[in-house]
């Protein structure tokens, strides 16, 4: 069963720009420490950028300066903006989520991700 949805990825030149989007209508972000991952071919998952429920975020060293991540509490929804693109950030990206409280709490779940294909 889907639990998240995400969406907003392509092919890109390099130096362009996406927005990745991730919803759900199941898991209250708001009260979930959410994160984006990716993986590109031959290489393990790994994380790109953190959002606690708190709101503080955390970035791998690779994308800080040029990707931004938000959280839109009305809306349940994750985003990150993608920018100064480059080759080596092709991969499928992958939301992720936490819940702290409720029933779903001690889970994580995945989206079925989106590819993101940087052109050089």
């Known amino acids: 069963q889907v639990q998240l949805v995400e969406s907003g990825g392509g092919l890109v030149q390099a130096g362009g720009s996406l927005r990745l989007s991730c919803v759900s209508t199941?898991?209250?972000?708001?009260?979930?420490?959410m994160g984006w991952y990716r993986q590109a071919p031959g290489n393990q998952r790994e994380v790109v950028a953190l959002f606690t429920s708190a709101g503080s975020s955390n970035y791998a060293d690779s994308v800080k300066g040029r990707f931004t991540i938000s959280r839109d509490n009305a809306k349940n929804a994750l985003y990150l903006q993608m920018n100064s693109l480059k080759p080596e950030d092709t991969a499928v990206y992958y939301c992720n989520a936490r819940p702290l409280v409720g029933p779903m709490r001690g889970s994580a779940y995945w989206g079925q991700g989106t590819q993101v294909t940087v052109s050089s």
């Open positions: 199941r898991i209250p972000f708001s009260i979930s420490d």
